[in-house]
């Protein structure tokens, strides 16, 4: 099993909101990624990181951000949430950009 | 042409039976490839990596067919339990280059 945790699991929050999805992981990987996928539909990579104090704008546009201050740790924050930012929220973590080790999610309803 | 092209599905198929599906990928240049399974409202896991023309783990097969840019994925004496999408992975092949998930096959496995 992966050593990759995200919290919390589920969260239901109104619109307006600051929230912080937390990702940790303790394999010591430098790749850690944030993906967002709505259901029956395709991954999607809004934001990744390849070390500490290194992140990038993934392909989906996103208005959350993301920080890398310690390899172990890539939270994913929201200022403001909207209705529209439903969805789930996967976070994952790489050795070496090939084998994905993804944790089990956070599932993010905005009222 | 997408990176990384997946027929969605779905694929219903009875218990027991065979059952292939393919991924076609663009870039030439890449050299390793993974198939992952996705539960319903879950997060994607490893299935199987394809390094050179295939490999086999039990009931399923992955091959690689270079001359033709495609990796497809059988599964034999199929199990209700083999319901999931199956997601067809590209790695990056330089280092600018990001991981490429394909959009997913259905497969549903009805008694």
């Known amino acids: 099993e992966a050593d990759i945790y995200q919290t919390p699991r589920y969260l239901v929050i109104g619109t307006g909101k600051k929230i912080t999805l937390e990702c940790s992981q303790t394999?010591?990987?430098?790749?850690m990624y944030w993906y967002q996928q709505d259901p029956g539909m395709e991954l999607h990579l809004i934001h990744y990181s390849y070390g500490v104090n290194s992140t990038e704008k993934g392909d989906l546009s996103s208005e959350s951000t993301v920080s890398r201050i310690r390899t172990e740790h890539f939270p994913l924050t929201l200022e403001s949430a909207r209705p529209s930012h439903t969805s789930q929220y996967l976070c994952?973590?790489?050795?070496?950009?090939?084998?994905?080790?993804f944790g089990s999610g956070t599932q993010l309803s905005v009222l | 042409r997408k990176e990384v092209e997946q027929d969605p599905g779905p694929f219903n198929v009875p218990e027991g039976a065979t059952v292939a599906f393919n991924c076609t990928y663009s870039?030439?240049?890449?050299?390793?490839f993974f198939w992952y399974r996705q539960d319903c409202r879950k997060e994607p896991k490893l299935l199987m990596s394809v390094y050179s023309s295939g490999n086999e783990d039990g009931r399923f097969t992955a091959q690689l067919n270079r001359a033709s840019q495609y990796i497809s994925l059988l599964i034999r004496d199929s199990k209700l339990s083999d319901s999931a999408t199956y997601l067809c992975v590209v790695p990056p092949y330089s280092s600018a280059s990001k991981i490429i998930f394909g959009s997913g096959t259905r497969l549903s496995i009805r008694p």
């Open positions: 870039n030439s240049a890449s050299q390793s």
């Open positions: 394999m010591g990987h430098d790749k």
């Open positions: 994952a973590s790489s050795e070496d950009s090939e084998k994905l080790f």
